[in-house]
């Protein structure tokens, strides 16, 4: 058996959290959620620091692009420079449309950019159709057994 | 008022050496509710010339995603995914693996080259069009795509 499909959400803003919560409990396919509030913990997650030593790889990155301290670029790239993690899906989901940000998004490789909508029913059902893209229709890495 | 709907016409290159794969797609495209255009480029080679627009190429776009096979003639899928992110100009796009490799080694190394995801094409024709709509839906209406940034 494979382990749950499990999401890293990096989010500070715990009204978009709480509202991706809601929404991930009412979709069809219903993943596993982690929540980290800033890019620091976020990374230290995925590296596996203390206290996270036996932490899953995630299947799957939400990344928020404003955070406090580094902000979503720094982690992304990070991310993607890490060839130990390089190959874990980031979908940016942010607040800005600035074509600027979604250029520079693409240029360090996130594998998606992603508006928030700004009506609630709409934002919960864009959710949904992530997650059921993710883990229905794309094949991921984190499920080939590496 | 937020623009979260693109209204702008999307231009998707596919490259893919199976005709009957390249009229299902098209076909699929056709119905769905985002208006495009798709250009088709046979093989590796055919798709640098046109992302690089040489030669017949001069005049064509710069896509706004690419779907991309793995198994081609002359330079393949896996060749053309690392010189496309390899290239400044080039790694913006977006692309999308649709191949009917299930193999895990593609899927990995796949993501490795930053392959924007992965797609196994099934081999049941509807299962095949549900995955063209899904695509869609997904990168068509609810990504926000690069807007080409043509220098």
């Known amino acids: 058996m494979l382990d749950p499909f499990t999401i890293l ?23 596993g959620l982690r929540v980290s509030p800033d890019g620091e913990s976020a990374l230290a997650y995925l590296h596996k620091q203390p206290p996270h030593a036996s932490a899953a790889t995630p299947d799957l990155v939400l990344l928020d692009l404003h955070l406090p301290g580094r902000d979503g670029f720094a982690v992304l790239q990070e991310i993607k420079n890490d060839p130990g993690l390089a190959h874990i899906p980031v979908i940016m989901l942010t607040s800005s449309e600035d074509d600027g940000d979604v250029e520079r998004a693409y240029d360090l490789q996130v594998n998606g950019y992603i508006v928030k909508p700004v009506i609630a029913r709409q934002f919960m059902e864009s959710i949904c159709s992530i997650t059921e893209f993710w883990m229905k229709t794309a094949r991921l890495p984190s499920r080939v057994g590496r | ?36 255009t798709l250009y088709v480029a ?74 924007n995801c992965y797609i196994t094409k099934p081999v049941d024709l509807d299962q095949f069009l549900d ?17 080409g940034g043509q220098q």
């Open chain 1, 9 to 31: 959400l990096v989010d500070d803003f715990s009204l978009d959290v709480e509202l991706i919560r809601a929404a991930l409990s009412r979709c069809k396919h219903k993943p």
């Open chain 2, 1 to 36: 008022m937020p623009k979260t709907l693109r209204s702008k016409n999307i231009d998707i290159l596919l490259v893919e050496d199976n005709p009957g794969d390249v009229r299902l797609t098209r076909e699929a495209l056709k119905e769905g509710k985002v208006l495009n």
């Open chain 2, 42 to 115: 046979i093989d590796g080679v055919d798709a640098l010339e046109f992302l690089n627009k040489q030669g017949r190429y001069a005049d064509v776009p710069r896509p706004d995603i690419i779907l991309l096979d793995l198994n081609l003639p002359r330079k393949d899928g896996r060749e053309l995914l690392a010189d496309i992110k390899n290239n400044p100009d080039l790694r913006k796009i977006p692309v999308v693996i649709l191949t009917t490799s299930k193999a895990e080694e593609d899927i990995l190394k796949s993501y490795d080259l930053h392959a």
């Open chain 2, 131 to 147: 995955v063209v709509k899904s695509i869609e839906n997904f990168w068509f209406s609810i990504v926000k795509l690069p807007s």
